[in-house]
């Protein structure tokens, strides 16, 4: 379950207004769906998203596992945001407080800091795990090289390692193949997608030559960016042919993919509405055929950039499970 939706000030109003009311609701849908993991961050809504989540799961804290994250500016000042360890020990705390509880189960880092030395970060974050106020490490949105590297850094020094890898993955883009898919497989890390619905376009709702009558898209929200208009409503048709083949809806068939991709472990699902929620928590009693997943394999597929055309012209008589997540031949 994710909580971008949560409070709905600043830009985070144009993704959602859920008030403490409405998160309760669909805190208790997700429950009663079997779903134990809950993913905020301290800058939704500057902090007010953990705060309503702290105060829905007052009283059941350990009926589910909490994710958070860090990186992204708290405030004006040049120490406000970062990877530093005065960051890092700062927003620990804050989160906790907000959220009422003595410790998170992920800590995920938000994004890179191409300033903060490595060494800093890593073992910052190897001393809450020590501590007990985090007890298991993520990434989000690092580069191939980054989060490689990052990884390097722990095993040289002893420290906890990454065991989260939260990436955007979806039927829109799957730049994630090229290189995190695979690190994340040979490295031992469990793929937590963001955004599978691409902040919405792969609903159902926008469709060639048809105006959405609501949306992010149409707001100053523009994650994801859409790059090849005509692939993705070329994916949006297989979406919609293949979910009327299920009387599924196109949201149900778009995550039933990913939850059928290497790796992912787990998809982030949130909405404005009940029913959306409720929606894609259907998806998964959607069974989607090796057909099915052919289609939307090839439709969707990524232009093999450098070195990957490359490896698929001179090298596939040896590649590895772990290649065949970006090189994977139709079935």
């Not at 009311?21 to 997700?30: F, V």
């Not at 048709?237 to 009387?247: L, M, Q, R």
């Not at 990524?302 to 008589?317: E, F, G, K, M, R």
Request: charged share 25%.
């Amino acid at each position: 379950m994710g909580t971008m939706t949560f409070g709905g000030s600043d830009v985070f109003g144009n993704v959602g207004q859920t008030d403490l009311a409405g998160a309760r609701r669909q805190i208790d849908m997700c429950l009663g769906a079997g779903i134990n993991l809950v993913d905020t961050a301290n800058m939704y809504s500057r902090g007010a998203a953990e705060e309503i989540l702290g105060q829905v799961i007052a009283g059941r804290r350990d009926q589910v596992l909490i994710s958070s994250k860090v990186r992204m500016a708290m405030g004006d000042g040049p120490n406000d945001e970062g990877l530093s360890r005065h960051h890092i020990l700062d927003q620990i705390e804050a989160s906790l407080r907000r959220l009422n509880t003595d410790h998170l189960d992920i800590y995920h880092i938000h994004e890179w800091d191409g300033l903060t030395p490595l060494e800093e970060t890593m073992e910052t974050l190897d001393s809450l795990v020590r501590s007990g106020k985090v007890r298991y490490l993520g990434v989000s949105n690092y580069s191939g090289w980054q989060l490689m590297k990052a990884l390097g850094v722990a095993d040289a020094h002893g420290y906890e390692r990454f065991v989260s890898n939260q990436i955007y993955y979806s039927l829109e883009a799957r730049d994630a193949e090229y290189e995190l898919v695979p690190l994340s497989l040979d490295q031992g890390l469990g793929i937590m997608v963001w955004s599978p619905l691409a902040g919405g376009l792969l609903s159902g709702k926008y469709r060639r030559g048809q105006q959405a009558s609501d949306g992010r898209h149409l707001t100053e929200w523009s994650e994801p960016p859409v790059r090849d208009q005509d692939k993705l409503y070329d994916t949006i048709e297989t979406v919609v042919d293949i979910a009327s083949d299920h009387e599924a809806s196109p949201a149900q068939v778009s995550l039933a993919y990913l939850l059928a991709k290497p790796g992912v472990t787990s998809v982030i699902v949130g909405a404005r509405k009940d029913e959306q929620l409720a929606d894609n928590l259907g998806a998964v009693d959607v069974h989607l055929s090796s057909e099915d997943i052919d289609r939307l394999d090839q439709v969707s597929a990524p232009d093999l950039i450098y070195p990957h055309w490359h490896q698929a012209n001179l090298a596939s008589s040896r590649f590895s499970e772990v290649d065949l997540a970006l090189h994977r031949p139709a079935r």
